[in-house]
T-cell receptor
């Protein structure tokens, strides 16, 4: 049973466009929602994270939108660049131990020049 | 700082063989975790540790053992390798209560034939 569902599986965007990746979760106890970026052959790296007490968090070209009532959150990449081409994972957990962290299946983003 | 290091980078085992995947971090992080990454399934937590001498099971612990005798090292042992354990394994560490951010190692790609 997948507790965090991520869509789409793959995404192709033109340079300068907006990339949008969506995630939905089931466990209402989750209170930490990170997004990870992974390049081929590398480990995931934290991109941006949000707690449920805010509806939006922005860091540079990356924005997380959070809808607690719908149990959904999304990643928006503005002005997408070829260097953003990577696999993106959303995740959710209830505490900093991460022992209950659940990951989405991943979205492979390709930004065409 | 080297961050989180993992060895080996690649490994091929025959069914029934045992081996240890090594993980070390030089950031004095309290928390360390092992994940496996399989296509279409994101990352799943195998075991985690909140400090030297303390370990616990994650989402998919069967077939794996861990120990944490020092803050720096967190080896993962496969007791009797099975083809279902073919995967990419990532070690991660974090400061714990002081910060939610997890730092991942570069991964070990394991194939069991």
């Amino acid at each position: 049973q997948q507790q965090v569902k991520q869509s789409p599986q793959s995404l192709i965007v033109q340079k300068g466009g907006i990339s949008i990746i969506n995630c939905a979760y089931e466990n209402t106890a989750f209170d930490y929602f990170p997004w990870y970026q992974q390049f081929p052959g590398k480990g995931p790296a934290l991109l941006i994270a949000i707690r449920p007490d805010v509806s939006e968090k922005k860091e540079g070209r990356f924005t997380i939108s959070f809808n607690k009532s719908a149990k959904q959150f999304s990643l928006h990449i503005m002005d997408s660049q070829p260097g953003d081409s990577a696999t993106y994972f959303c995740a959710a957990s209830t505490r900093p131990l991460h022992n209950d962290m659940r990951f989405g299946a991943g979205t492979r983003l390709t930004v065409k020049p | 700082n080297a961050g989180v290091t993992q060895t080996p980078k690649f490994q091929v085992l025959k069914t029934g063989q045992s081996m240890t995947l090594q993980c070390a971090q030089d950031m004095n992080h309290e928390y360390m975790s092992w994940y496996r990454q399989d296509p279409g399934m994101g990352l799943r937590l195998i075991h985690y540790s909140v400090g030297a001498g303390i370990t616990d099971q994650g989402e998919v612990p069967n077939g794996y053992n861990v120990s944490r005798s020092t803050t720096e090292d967190f080896p993962l042992r496969l007791l009797s390798a099975a083809p279902s354990q073919t995967s990419v394994y990532f070690c991660a560490s974090s400061m714990g209560q002081a910060s939610y951010e997890q730092y991942f190692g570069p991964g070990t790609r394991l194939t069991v034939t």
